[in-house]
């Protein structure tokens, strides 16, 4: 199973900017599919963006214009640059792999990081 692990998370004022990182372990990274996703206290976990093995990308409407998803081969990383931060999207975020064809089940979520947009 592949090992991911995240990190960027913090606290920001609204209007400012983060930058999620998302280090994968193993070999075979530039197969996956890889996306963001978050859980605000009390609410189920959202897709945010994805990004497929050809550099794809998908992302949630509320996000559209404000985040954006892209990954580096070479360093086994997917990032997630949050701009123009609002007070909601304050939640833990957390790093996906999923190879394609191969069922849900056996993804790979990371520990999650917090972001916390608040004055």
């Known amino acids: 199973q592949v090992q991911l692990v995240e990190s960027g998370g913090g606290l920001v004022q609204p209007g400012g900017s983060l930058r999620l990182s998302c280090a994968a372990s193993g070999s075979a990274f530039s197969i996956y599919t890889m996306a963001w996703y978050r859980q605000a206290p009390g609410k189920q976990r959202e897709s945010v963006a994805t990004?497929?093995?050809?550099?794809?990308?998908r992302y949630a409407d509320s996000v559209l214009g404000r985040f954006t998803i892209s990954r580096d081969n070479a360093k086994n990383t997917v990032y997630l640059q949050m701009n123009s931060l609002k007070p909601e999207d304050t939640a833990v975020y957390y790093c996906?792999?999923?190879?394609?064809?191969?069922?849900?089940?056996?993804?790979?979520w990371g520990q999650g990081t917090q972001v916390t947009v608040s004055s």
């Open positions: 990004i497929t093995s050809r550099g794809i990308s």
């Open positions: 996906n792999s999923n190879t394609p064809g191969v069922s849900r089940a056996f993804d790979s």
